[in-house]
């Protein structure tokens, strides 16, 4: 079943199968865009923009992408992309510079290591924009994995998940790249998908981890959640920045634990459009949308490179 998206939004995926690898383009009409890192690993460009002390108020687009720092060259596609529309912030001076705030996974392990978007792979997927975008384990969520406390031979596949209400008469959508070191809860906040037991079932990361203490060695800037909210509410900047703020409670209330260290957890929010909105009950809400996306991403995620997924374990 599709999720609907925001009047003028469209995602597009980029995926390399046998890299294990992609990148993912949310395509907004000029947005209000807020965002907010609260993992201590974080990999981003442009993010400095997101924030309400910024004199950039809108940006054209939000890349996500595997490949770690590497995979950050695929916003140059998106970048060069746009310009080729006439899409970006006019100085008066002559081209436009499209602004587009981009942030990375660590996916190398289930792939080949050498493998990473590059500036070609994010003009593709822009080219592949669509208002119904595939899900699970395409695009930046290919090569995802949740649970990685105790190494591969434990991951759950992780992915792409969407999820989408309507608010006041305002469309809110969130899309998510699950790539957790934490475990995915569901609703009932059992362990959804995350460290294998190796009998069917799961052993929570925080129990694992007051029983034995972290490793020696931890999987530093290894895991990530990325989320981008869209909207056609209309919001202020300072509205987008705390709707993102929000958003990152969504990543808490369904990833245990979420925003470590090691994990490189951002949220962004683009809003574009006229419909009016009561931004206190928008981030109300948007937390329980942003967990649900989160859920779909495992649930839609299919297996790679011996990694199961929980839809075919």
Known sequence: MSVPLPSGFAIGHFTDA???????????????????????????????????????????????????????????????????QGRGYRTGLGPVIPLVPAAVVFDLPLGDMDAHPTAEAGARACDAATTDPGRGSVGAGTGCAVGKLLGPDHWTKGGVGLASDVVGGCRVTALAVVNAFGDVLAEDGTILAGVRDGRGGFTP????????????????REATTLVCVMTDARLTKTDAWLLARAASTGIGRTIDPAHTVVDGDAAYVLAAGDREADPFVLAAVVPHVVAAAIRDGVRQATPLAGCPAISRS
């Open 18 to 84: 046998a890299g294990g690898t992609g990148c993912t383009v949310i395509l907004a009409p000029d947005a209000v865009a807020g965002g907010e890192v609260r993992g201590g690993g974080p990999g981003t460009r442009e993010t400095d923009l997101l924030s309400p002390a910024s004199g950039a108020r809108e940006v054209q687009a939000v890349l996500f992408t595997g490949g770690s720092a590497y995979g950050l060259a695929a916003a140059d596609g998106v970048t060069r992309w746009l310009a080729e």
């Open 205 to 220: 990361t925080a129990g694992l981890l007051r029983e034995h203490g972290a490793p020696g060695t931890l999987p530093v």
